[in-house]
């Protein structure tokens, strides 16, 4: 799939890629209209953009949205958390209250980077009613000069926001005028939370907007050991697993410096933990600068991890060194894979993560042993940037682990989330994202709360998730006394409806 560079706004994932946020029935079943929409037979939905043949996989609506977040928020979790760049906020205050939870995300990232730890720079415009009848351009012109003046940055993003896209002030003039006046790049990210339904788009703004004005045009050399790692804030595992392979990594985009992302053209391959976050970057680094993203399976898992290693491999030329590898990991681990099928035989587990990265999980479970028959995940992508059948998470978790019984799309909606625990009835849940834990305490159910991205990431990957459920599953007492002491807040007819996308059927009809 072309992307398109020469303009500074990026497609949305619905224009894109189809994306949907209301799904619900067997995984199978999805990747069954996710064919559709790759064109590959017929299908229902209007006409999409998500390759040339696309449709839309047909999409449950629902009345109203009380839990999700925006994409600025998540220009807010890759811009600014570059080291050496200020992330100004062309929004109101409020727009700010994410600065808090982020600054505290960033400080413990660099920390287990092995990073001096700071505090996040972040500036808002703090836009205010006069300014909504008036403008905020003058506003954002001094903000951006603060935010030189005080940091001396290596670049500056803007984040536009709802307010700023309804008054329709002129960011791209502002910006252009201050890149010349002050000689680094002031770069506009439009991510107006109205824009698209689904925060991911968010990613795909920052992305779009460090391709075309930081990474490198026309790099002189190339770094034949150095591979991009799209990355959030977690651990350093793919360091030490792709050393074996005589690789460097370059981790972008959090916690780089701006050097870092310019160099990115320069590298021998680009990979990521999930697709979901990664697949504009890598896909736009092989359209304009010929970097290859690695067409494979996501690294988890036994048989994930084995095609991820090989294909990185041939494609940076060490072919040689990959099957001894394989074969000592294989060696340390399957024992102690074997011991944790003993220990956590007969439970069952529930995953509520982003999409790729809730397919990855869900193998995960079912190779230490954990039976899974639902997951909820927060989008779904029928088709990823790259259109290349390799990097469908979905085929390969239905291919390698079988079929999820209830698998549900929902951007992290609470009162969906009783009905959906309510049907399987796990032992513990496994989630990246706040907000869904309290209530599954409420019913008795301990959660996993997965801050580091990269917990359940490779041949370790597995031995890491499988003690951390044997941990939380010593606090289940404590659950099932808070369970037995607190009330729902919802009605006794919304506690017996057993279809959890119930109310957005009737406002349908």
Known sequence: MTINLKTSTVETREQRLGTIIGWDGKASALAEESAYARGECGGCGTSGRGGAKARRVCELTGPFTQGSVCSEQMVECQAGNIRDAVLIQHSPIGCGAGQVIYNSIYRNGLAMRGHPVQNIRFISTNLRERDMVYGGADKLDAAIRA????????????????????????????????????????????????????????????????????????????????????????????????????????????????????????????????????????????????????????????????????????????????????????????????????????????????????????????????????????????????????????????????????????????????????????????????????????????AIPLGDELHAFGYQGMINLGEAILAVLQHRKFHQDIAGRVKLPYKKSWLAEKDPFALARVAAE
């Open 147 to 446: 935010a030189f003046e005080r940091h001396a940055p290596k670049a500056i993003f803007i984040a536009t926001s709802c307010a700023s896209g309804i008054i329709g002030d002129d960011v791209e003039s502002v910006a252009r005028h201050a890149e010349a006046d002050l000689g680094i790049p002031v770069i506009p990210l439009h991510c107006e939370g109205f824009a698209s339904k689904h925060w991911s788009t968010g990613f795909d703004a920052t992305q779009h907007g460090i391709l075309r004005q930081i990474v490198r045009k026309n790099p002189t050399k190339k770094q034949e050991d150095l591979v991009n790692v799209i990355n959030l804030w977690g651990s350093d595992v793919f360091t030490p697993m792709l050393k074996e392979l005589d690789l460097r990594v370059n981790y972008v985009i959090d916690m780089a410096t701006v050097e870092e992302l310019a160099q990115m053209s320069e590298a021998a391959a680009t990979v990521t933990f999930c697709y979901t976050l990664g697949t504009y970057l890598a896909q736009g680094l092989e359209q304009e600068y010929g970097v290859p993203q690695i067409r494979a399976p996501q690294p988890y898992g036994f048989a994930g991890t084995d095609a991820w290693l090989r294909e990185v491999a041939r494609v940076t030329g060490r072919e040689d060194k990959v099957e001894a590898f394989i074969e000592r990991e294989h060696a340390r681990v399957r024992p102690k894979v074997e011991e944790l099928k003993k220990k956590l035989a007969g439970l069952k587990g529930y995953i509520a993560t982003g999409s790729a990265y809730s397919h990855s999980l869900i193998g995960v479970l079912r190779e230490i042993g954990v039976q899974v028959d639902g997951s909820l995940v927060f989008h779904h992508d029928p088709v990823y940037d790259s259109e290349d059948q390799k990097q469908d998470t979905l085929d390969h978790l239905i291919e390698n682990y079988g079929e999820v019984e209830h698998f549900t799309v929902g951007n992290r909606q609470q009162f969906q989330f009783y009905n959906l625990l309510q049907r399987v009835n796990p032992d513990f849940i496994i989630i990246r994202h706040n907000g869904l834990s309290p209530l599954a305490a409420r019913l008795g159910i301990p």
